[in-house]
């Protein structure tokens, strides 16, 4: 197959070129050019999208001796991802660019290109697993990606490879020292990629200015804080709540909701972050439809914890109702449904309820 190998200058998309390389195929590396001024987003170990992560793709590429272009999908991004991220925190929601830049970037703009240039299957280094045509959880379980590809359509995934899922992160990093690629000892990025310093609040800010509101007590109903923009909260939230009132009883108070409209931050005790049911969007399934109502697994975060759960549609929407409470669940994240390791499917969280 000719296959077009996603390379962010990591260890791991290189070492996936390579057993895609290993495996017969007719392969050709290509970096993802996210930003029209790559200084303008993390450099170094710090993200994905800097100059010193394209130079490290080439040089992997001129390890494995195979061809290596540099797409520019800035524009894309912007508009898909970074755009997306900001109006989803202005509608308090808590958006995960990853799944946006999966589903919208990776795996629609890059994979219709590739298509379109004669490419049969786009190769990444994602921490997952394929079996029969279905997505499943990787091996390595601490660096399963699955839950930001649960957002892939079974046309979408019948075109992809994970060569990676079924092997743990320290036998890659001994793989590619092997095959004497350079990213071998490279740090994992972290957080995300496109604010510079990590430092989200003050980068919202940046763009949505100032919004002062009160932060109020939910079972005094009292004012206890103020702060300069809801958007910088997310439900769940703990630290950097800027609270001048101690709660009566002593305990930490948490963030229970975000209202942008009335610019109210409302705080509470983490026992009133218990959700029982999850009302989400229109699901996405990554394999056949189940028979529903279904019963199976939701996670609800990225590297979260399962939990049991019935599902259904409701009018187009998929409805999750969980066996046992989740806290701290917000609106704009993720709701992915398992049985055991397969992804069922997805759907972007709405609201909850207790």
């Given at each position: 197959?000719?296959?077009l190998?996603?390379m962010s200058?990591?260890?791991?998309?290189?070492?996936?070129a390579?057993?895609?390389?290993?495996?017969?195929?007719?392969?050709?590396?290509?970096?993802?050019?996210?930003?029209?001024?790559?200084?303008?987003?993390?450099s170094?170990?710090?993200?994905?999208?800097?100059?010193?992560?394209s130079?490290?793709?080439?040089?992997?590429?001129?390890?494995?001796?195979?061809?290596?272009?540099v797409?520019d999908?800035?524009?894309r991004?912007?508009?898909?991802?970074?755009?997306?991220?900001?109006?989803e925190?202005?509608?308090?929601?808590?958006?995960?660019?990853?799944?946006?830049?999966?589903?919208?970037?990776?795996?629609?703009?890059?994979?219709d290109?590739?298509?379109?240039?004669?490419?049969d299957?786009?190769?990444?280094?994602?921490?997952a697993?394929?079996?029969?045509?279905?997505?499943?959880?990787?091996v390595d379980s601490?660096?399963?990606?699955?839950?930001?590809?649960?957002?892939l359509?079974?046309?979408?995934?019948?075109?992809a490879?994970?060569?990676?899922g079924?092997?743990?992160?320290?036998?890659?990093?001994?793989?590619a020292?092997?095959?004497?690629?350079?990213?071998?000892?490279?740090?994992?990025?972290?957080?995300?990629?496109?604010?510079?310093?990590?430092?989200?609040?003050?980068?919202?800010?940046?763009?949505?200015g100032?919004?002062?509101?009160?932060i109020?007590?939910?079972?005094?109903?009292?004012?206890?804080?103020?702060?300069?923009?809801?958007?910088?909260?997310?439900?769940?939230?703990?630290?950097?709540?800027?609270?001048?009132?101690?709660a009566?009883?002593?305990?930490?108070?948490?963030v229970?909701?975000?209202?942008?409209?009335?610019r109210?931050?409302?705080?509470?005790p983490?026992d009133?972050?218990d959700?029982?049911?999850?009302?989400?969007?229109?699901?996405?399934?990554?394999?056949?439809?189940?028979?529903?109502?279904?019963?199976?697994?939701a996670?609800?975060?990225?590297?979260?914890?399962?939990?049991?759960?019935?599902?259904?549609?409701?009018?187009?929407?998929?409805?999750?109702?969980?066996?046992d409470?989740?806290?701290?669940i917000a609106?704009g994240?993720?709701?992915a449904?398992?049985?055991?390791?397969?992804?069922?499917?997805?759907?972007?969280i709405?609201?909850?309820a207790?």
């Open positions: 197959m000719k296959v190998a996603a200058g990591g260890v791991d998309s290189a070492v996936a390579a057993r895609a390389v290993d495996a017969g195929h007719d392969v050709t590396g290509v970096h993802l050019a996210l930003s029209p001024s790559p200084a303008s987003y993390r170094g170990a710090r993200g994905c999208c800097s100059l010193e992560d130079r490290d793709a080439r040089r992997a590429a001129d390890v494995l001796d195979i061809p290596f272009y797409w999908v800035a524009e991004f912007a508009r898909d991802v970074v755009d997306d991220f900001v109006a925190y202005a509608a308090g929601r808590t958006p995960n660019p990853c799944v946006r830049c999966n589903e919208r970037i990776k795996f629609a703009a890059v994979l290109r590739a298509l379109a240039l004669g490419f299957a786009v190769c990444t280094g994602h921490y697993r394929l079996v029969d045509g279905l997505l499943h959880r990787a601490g660096k399963d990606q699955s839950y930001v590809l649960a957002v359509r079974p046309d979408q995934l019948a075109r490879m994970f060569p990676l079924d092997t743990r992160k320290p036998d890659v990093r001994a793989e020292a092997a095959r004497g690629l350079i990213v071998a000892d490279k740090p994992d990025s972290h957080d995300i990629c496109f604010i510079a310093d990590g430092d989200t609040r003050r980068w919202l800010e940046g763009r949505l100032s919004q002062p509101g009160p109020v007590d939910a079972q005094t109903g009292d004012v206890v804080g103020g702060h300069d923009g809801a958007y910088a909260f997310t439900v769940g939230q703990r630290r950097g709540l800027g609270v001048t009132v101690p009566p009883d002593g305990r930490p108070r948490y229970l909701d975000v209202s942008v409209v009335t109210t931050v409302t705080v509470g983490e009133r972050l959700v029982r049911t999850v009302l989400a969007g229109e699901p996405t399934w990554c394999g056949p439809q189940p028979t529903l109502p279904w019963q199976g697994l996670q609800l975060r990225a590297h979260g914890e399962v939990h049991r759960c019935t599902g259904e549609v409701v009018d187009g929407r998929l409805v999750v109702r969980l066996w409470p989740a806290r701290g609106p994240q993720t709701v449904l398992y049985d055991d390791t397969r992804v069922v499917g997805s759907a972007t709405n609201s909850t207790g």
